[in-house]
């Protein structure tokens, strides 16, 4: 299945960190907490999911993050 046919609901227990790049290259563009989200996944690279939003825009997450048990304290 195509990654762009996927998408990430995430209920945020914890904090979730959006990124504009994959790993050291990216900075830290928000933190998104105590909200429900849904991204649509436009790719991947090693641990990170590249995701789209109507708030957040173009952005990248850990794709731990992405599962039931990820980001959660």
Not at 39 to 46: A, E, I, K, S
Not at 56 to 62: K, L, R, T
């Amino acid at each position: 299945m195509p990654a762009d046919l996927l998408a990430v609901d995430a209920r945020v227990d914890g904090p979730i960190t959006v990124y504009s790049r994959p790993g050291l290259l990216g900075r830290a563009l928000t933190t998104i907490e105590g909200d429900d989200v849904k991204f649509r996944v436009l790719g991947c690279r090693g641990e990170w999911l590249q995701v789209i939003n109507a708030r957040h825009g173009n952005v990248w997450i850990d794709k731990w993050c992405a599962r039931e048990d990820g980001c959660r304290g």
